[in-house]
């Protein structure tokens, strides 16, 4: 079965980075894209940006843009989402998410709570 | 960019009673618009795909209708299971993605 296992929670101080992983199982990896999206405490949730695990090319949220990174390791059948220079808004929730077709996500990881603070 | 709204932000229902929730587009998406359920503590389910379309293995309580700017998203028969809040995501404007604010759906 399809299964997304994301790394564990995170706590990082205002300016760090963060990297946070997806290990994608039970699918061929390179057939589908990998989203980021996040969700801050209480609020909704904030699409951030997605990666080709066929070929690499990424599209990020324009408010993100310079901060942030997606990759992909093929061999393992992970995806990374790296998100730098730290703020406490950026306390969250981020989840990975597999991308259908479109802009459809139909198998979620875990989430990984990622605490920014001093 | 493009906005999305969800009416009403939150609701009380009976178990049995048919649930309706709006979502609109601040312009025309076609229909290029999915809804998602998210229980407390958990990931978003993907329920409902293009507008209408019922994802596999999900209940058929649950369907969506609409195109253009307006959306509804109905439960036929509201099941104490489905307590959570349920958002719709629009794609039109690719590469960019657009989450509603959400709408929490409790048990009366």
């Known amino acids: 079965q399809v299964q997304l296992v994301q790394s564990g929670a995170e706590v990082k101080k205002p300016g760090a980075s963060v990297k946070v992983s997806c290990k994608a199982s039970?699918?061929?990896?390179?057939?589908?894209?990998i989203s980021w999206v996040r969700q801050a405490p209480g609020q909704g949730l904030e699409w951030m940006g997605w990666?080709?695990?066929?070929?690499?090319?990424?599209n990020y949220a324009q408010k993100l843009q310079g901060r942030v990174t997606m990759t992909t390791d093929t061999s393992t059948s992970t995806a990374y989402m790296e998100l730098r220079s730290l703020r406490s808004d950026d306390t969250a929730v981020y989840y990975c998410?597999?991308?259908?077709?479109?802009?459809?996500?139909?198998?979620w990881g875990q989430g990984t709570l990622v605490t920014v603070s001093s | 960019d493009i906005q999305m709204t969800q009416s009403p932000s939150s609701l009380s229902a009976s178990v049995g009673d048919r649930v309706t929730i709006t979502c609109q587009a601040s312009q025309d998406i076609s229909n290029y618009l999915n809804w998602y359920q998210q229980k407390p503590g958990k990931a978003p389910k993907l329920l409902i795909y293009?507008?209408?379309n019922l994802e596999t293995g999900v209940p058929s309580r649950f369907s969506g209708s609409g195109s253009g700017t307006d959306f509804t998203f109905t439960i036929s028969s509201l099941q104490p299971e489905d307590i959570a809040t349920y958002y719709c995501?629009?794609?039109?404007?690719?590469?960019?993605?657009?989450f509603g604010p959400g709408t929490k759906v409790d048990i009366k």
């Open positions: 998410a597999r991308k259908k077709w479109a802009a459809t996500f139909d198998y």
């Open positions: 293009d507008a209408s």
């Open positions: 990666i080709s695990a066929y070929n690499g090319n990424t």
């Open positions: 995501q629009q794609y039109d404007n690719l590469p960019q993605v657009t």
């Open positions: 039970g699918y061929t990896f390179t057939s589908y894209g």
